[in-house]
């Protein structure tokens, strides 16, 4: 297609360069490192937890006295006492 004669619409658009300028930047979110801080409250109960960690779940010299009063046949146990336990503990 042709167009003669002078069109300032037609030839504005096609003629005319806009400069765009560089876009500022806003609201930069600088990065920060990760840190954690960890309690008074954590750090006993770390200490707790490490100690427990150290005891053993079972006594194993109170095992093998009871074991050999066992099998010598010097361990009794009188049902009086455990009754008298068992209520202990309930009350």
């Given at each position: 297609m042709k167009i003669w004669g002078d069109n300032p619409k037609v030839f504005g658009v096609s003629n005319h360069?806009?400069?765009?300028?560089?876009?500022?930047?806003?609201?930069?979110?600088?990065s920060k490192t990760d840190e954690y801080k960890v309690s008074s409250q954590a750090k006993d109960f770390q200490t707790?937890?490490?100690a427990l960690y150290n005891i053993p779940d079972i006594r194993k010299e109170k095992v093998y006295?009871?074991?050999k009063?066992?099998?010598?046949?010097?361990?009794?146990?009188?049902?009086?006492?455990?009754?008298d336990k068992i209520i202990k503990m309930l009350s």
């Open positions: 360069v806009n400069s765009v300028g560089k876009i500022a930047r806003k609201d930069i979110v600088a707790v937890m490490k006295e009871i074991s009063k066992i099998e010598s046949n010097q361990y009794k146990v009188d049902a009086k006492d455990i009754s």
